[in-house]
């Protein structure tokens, strides 16, 4: 299969009911894993077209261009996919350090410890006040 078979590539993906597939976004060179977000056809077929992550805000209910109020947008280097085809893996530089809207470098700052508490165990790098200005700052 091509990438020139116009949509053959999307079609190969196994979406799910709701027309979305989750997507990991990986942080090229550490390997880190920055978040997971939702896709639908329209966010992956942008993605590869801008080579910046789009995705899908199941809370704002429209496409989510990953920095469009951070200013913190993630450049794809790589698309991949799993063995079933049912989940997006990003390979992305994360401009600005910062994915999370919390203000941290990742979403998984929070560990399970001994005792069966959540712990954040990563700081906060930038207020997301500051950040988001005022501006809704949610996924």
Same mark, same amino acid.
């Given at each position: #299969?091509? =990438? ?15 027309? =979305? ?17 939702? #896709? /639908? ?47 997006? =893996? ?22 399970? /410890? ?26």
């Amino acid at each position: #299969m091509s =990438l020139n078979d116009d949509n053959a590539w999307l079609d190969a993906l196994a979406w799910g009911p709701d027309g =979305l597939i989750p997507a990991i976004a990986q942080e090229h060179g550490s390997g880190s894993v920055l978040m997971l977000a939702w #896709m /639908n056809r329209e966010a992956l077929r942008l993605t590869r077209e801008t080579g910046h992550a789009v995705y899908w805000s199941r809370s704002r209910a429209r496409l989510w261009h990953k920095g469009e109020e951070s200013g913190h947008q993630q450049v794809v280097h790589a698309i991949r996919i799993d063995c079933d085809a049912d989940v997006v =893996l990003l390979e992305v530089e994360q401009r600005g350090g910062i994915a999370c809207h919390t203000g941290r470098h990742d979403c998984f700052y929070r560990a399970l /410890n001994p005792a069966g508490d959540w712990v954040e165990i990563a700081p906060v790098l930038k207020d997301p006040t500051a950040i988001y200005q005022g501006a809704q700052s949610g996924i």
